[in-house]
């Protein structure tokens, strides 16, 4: 029988009413075992209380947190689950697929849309799903299990606030799915994945700014003194509003000429940027600086981004990193 550790963070998945009114995480890693006893038919599995936060108040102090707890209990287990609010996890699971590579053992991301003390809750399907996949042969490396579905950590995004099916895996296609409770699995492990290689050290000075029309360029230098890095969330394929002619272009070119990095991305969900497409485009993409997020998520590259100035000693270097590909994140 396989060794499984569940971490628990908090989330809705471990929420109770509040005397206020609102939801907050209460419930410890015991209790959300408890609410499924069908797992101790699985595995043997043990349970880590980390945090017990709403997901809004988790970030890159958290996720070192996570990675530690995960290497610390690396070779006393098979597999790990880590019970997470959804309006981060998409963030979270990208993060952990950059710090925690190459891991032939599955590192499992799963929450639910109710608490689990719900009565129609999600939580529990995707609770005793996450734990299923963990145990499998098929599993490995940063994945999120949610609603049936098996997503890869850099490619997992939220696209609904509320519906049980909240995450959707963008431009690429699941890496299994379940049906009842038989895995059905499409994307098989690397050859020659290994060994696991930890990394905790991020910098989390990025900005991400999204571009409106009429948006003035003042705006940029104000980040200089707080942010290492800017990402640029532009329209359709990327470009910038008056062409290296204009004040946008200026800025961006000062920006980068500091010595910083900007990276192009779309506001558009899928298919990805192509600063090649448009004059608006191309003058942008010759200035040394600039890279593009091409097909990543959102939230894949902004934390790509924190951990590549995390690793790095200088900007090609960061530079190299981020246009690496890890676990799928570029096609």
Not at 193 to 213: C, I, K, S, T
Not at 273 to 293: C, I, M, N, Q, T
Request: charged residues 20%; proline residues 6%; aromatic residues 8%.
């Amino acid at each position: 029988m396989k060794r499984i550790l569940l971490i628990a963070t908090g989330g809705t998945i471990a929420s109770r009413p509040t005397a206020a009114g609102g939801l907050a995480p209460a419930l410890t890693s015991a209790e959300l075992l408890a609410c499924v006893p069908e797992l101790a038919e699985v595995c043997h599995i043990d349970a880590l209380q980390l945090y017990n936060l709403d997901s809004t108040n988790i970030g890159p102090d958290q996720w070192i947190g996570m990675v530690h707890a995960v290497r610390d209990h690396y070779d006393a287990y098979d597999g790990f689950v880590i019970t997470h609010g959804t309006d981060t996890m998409a963030y979270t699971a990208a993060a952990l697929a950059y710090m925690i590579q190459r891991s032939a053992k599955p590192v499992v991301l799963t929450g639910s849309q109710k608490s689990i003390y719900n009565r129609d809750t999600d939580a529990r399907n995707n609770l005793y799903r996450a734990v299923l996949y963990a145990c499998h042969p098929a599993a490995w490396g940063v994945q999120l299990v949610f609603d049936g579905k098996v997503i890869l950590g850099t490619r997992a995004r939220k696209i609904r606030t509320k519906s049980f099916n909240a995450f959707s895996s963008i431009d690429y296609p699941d890496t299994a799915e379940f049906r009842d409770l038989r895995l059905v699995p499409f994307l098989p492990m690397p050859a020659g994945y290994g060994p696991v290689q930890f990394q905790d050290r991020l910098d989390p000075a990025v900005f991400v700014l999204r571009l409106v029309p009429g948006m003035q360029a003042d705006i940029i230098p104000l980040l200089a003194g707080h942010c290492n890095a800017l990402i640029l969330e532009s329209f359709g394929v990327g470009g910038l509003p008056g062409g290296d002619d204009g004040p946008l272009f200026a800025a961006v070119r000062d920006w980068c000429a500091a010595g910083r990095l900007a990276v192009f991305t779309t506001q558009v969900p899928h298919e990805g940027s192509d600063l090649a497409v448009y004059e608006v485009g191309r003058a942008a993409k010759a200035l040394p600086g600039v890279l593009e997020a091409q097909d990543m998520t959102p939230e894949a590259a902004a934390v790509k981004l924190m951990w590549a100035l995390g690793q790095a000693a200088d900007r090609d270097e960061a530079a190299r990193l981020f246009l690496t590909p890890v676990q799928f994140d570029l096609a």
